[in-house]
């Protein structure tokens, strides 16, 4: 959630910046520094009002040892009156105070300076690109086909367990995502993250904690009858350990990571393009997360960036990264590098991880501090990574290094899967 202080003195700033990111309700600022006047209003009536009342009713007291009764009692009548008004204060401001907390988490963060102007993913900037492309043989296949061929992964019985979009591993396939998932998390705690295994379903407060409520509450899976979603990302619960938590200052970095399966609505997603493991419904990713000191997050930033491009790398995958514009930003971040891999049976980079800072964001939402060495609290940064997601990884490493002896795999994986190829 944005910082009304900055709201109230600067808001044609928060406008210019929310119009970098393609946000059109621009009036809910000017409607939320009114709010915030008539907020200050009310708590500076009502603050007078208390200190009136206190007065008075100290002189009751007075008055009645002075045996003036009549004065007393005028006094009394006088602190009914005032606390009819406090309490008439009290409700004004409880109410406005909702009104413009309703109105400010429909805000999106505001883009970092480093976030290039446009609207649509065609106009995401290419920061650098590396690994070579495969040649394959004329007669490669898309990784649906080697699936099957294979025998990795049973979409019709997942379908007819589920749904559309479940897909059920097996046999090789089921240990090819196991040994992806345990690499991951051995590369992520040897750079010094601590891992975790967090719940799979969060109550209403940390989604709205990291922002997905309300945002992304179309593409949860909600359980009505407890009340709780079944989470997106590993992001979410891992957060949320810090909500209303008031760090030390010497706790920075904190540096986590946790393996998840994940699951998304995917709303209105078909066609060619979310066919196989392009896009589905469940499936299993590995995150990393910092919360940081502000004067820190752009640097632990390219740090997280790094880090996930060796381990891209360390799966002889071509890739490239990407800056995004301001349009095909989510709500939450205040800059986003995506990573995406090529496909090489497909013709087409498949996005695998998003590295994203919130700055205050999510922090402030969370109520997420810590006390710096003046003794001030502040609010945290925090950052947030893919490590990454699994399905389209697969999609990649199995269309890329196809064979008509099998599926040959990275030297990384070799010690994890128990062979050096899938046949």
């Known amino acids: 959630m944005l910082d009304i202080k900055l709201i109230r003195e600067n808001p044609d700033f928060v406008k210019e910046r929310l119009a970098h990111k393609q946000f059109k309700?621009?009036?809910?600022?000017?409607?939320?520094?009114?709010?915030?006047?008539?907020?200050?209003?009310?708590?500076?009536?009502?603050?007078q009002v208390l200190n009136q009342s206190n007065l008075a009713a100290k002189a009751i007291g007075g008055l009645m040892k002075e045996g003036n009764k009549e004065a007393a009692e005028a006094k009394k009548a006088e602190v009914a009156v005032l606390k009819d008004r406090e309490k008439v204060l009290k409700d004004e401001l409880t109410a406005v105070e909702q009104q413009q907390q309703d109105i400010a988490i429909q805000l999106p963060n505001l883009p970092a300076a480093l976030v290039p102007a446009g609207k649509t993913p065609e106009e995401n900037e290419v920061v650098r690109e590396g690994g070579t492309k495969p040649n394959l043989s004329a007669d490669a296949v898309?990784?649906?086909?080697?699936?099957?061929?294979?025998?990795?992964?049973?979409?019709?019985?997942?379908?007819?367990?589920?749904?559309?979009?479940?897909?059920?591993?097996?046999?090789?396939?089921?240990?090819?995502?196991?040994?992806?998932?345990?690499?991951?998390?051995?590369?992520?705690?040897?750079?010094g993250y601590v891992e975790y295994i967090p719940p799979y379903m969060v109550n209403a407060a940390s989604a709205y904690g990291t922002g997905q409520l309300p945002d992304k509450e179309g593409q949860m899976y909600y359980m009505p009858a407890d009340d709780l979603y079944m989470i997106p990302t590993a992001e979410v619960p891992v957060t949320n350990i810090y909500r209303d938590v008031v760090l030390k200052e010497?706790?920075?970095?904190?540096?986590?990571?946790?393996?998840?399966?994940?699951?998304?609505?995917?709303?209105?997603?078909?066609?060619?393009?979310v066919r196989g493991l392009n896009r589905v419904h469940q499936f299993e990713k590995v995150e990393i997360i910092q919360i940081v000191h502000p004067d820190q997050s752009h640097t632990v930033l390219d740090e997280m960036v790094a880090h996930v491009e060796q381990l891209v790398q360390s799966l002889e995958l071509p890739y490239r990264i990407l800056r995004l514009c301001g349009g095909d930003m989510g709500f939450a971040s205040a800059i986003t590098y995506d990573f995406e891999v090529w496909s090489a049976a497909q013709q087409r980079w498949l996005e695998v991880s998003s590295v994203s800072n919130f700055e205050t964001f999510q922090a402030n939402r969370m109520k997420c501090r810590f006390k710096g060495e003046n003794g001030k609290t502040q609010i945290a940064h925090t950052l947030n990574g893919s490590s990454m997601a699994l399905p389209r990884i697969m999609a990649a490493l199995l269309e890329n290094n196809q064979s008509d002896s099998g599926i040959h795999l990275p030297k990384v994986l070799q010690p994890y899967f128990g062979a050096p190829f899938i046949d």
């Open 250 to 273: 010497s706790d920075f970095p904190i540096k986590m990571t946790a393996y998840s399966q994940c699951f998304r609505r995917e709303a209105g997603s078909f066609g060619a393009q």
């Open 25 to 47: 309700q621009l009036e809910l600022v000017d409607q939320i520094a009114t709010l915030d006047s008539q907020r200050r209003a009310l708590q500076q009536e009502l603050d």
């Open 142 to 191: 898309p990784h649906w086909d080697l699936i099957k061929k294979f025998d990795l992964i049973d979409f019709e019985t997942g379908a007819k367990i589920t749904g559309s979009g479940f897909p059920l591993f097996k046999g090789k396939g089921a240990k090819l995502q196991r040994a992806l998932t345990s690499y991951f998390l051995d590369f992520n705690t040897a750079a």
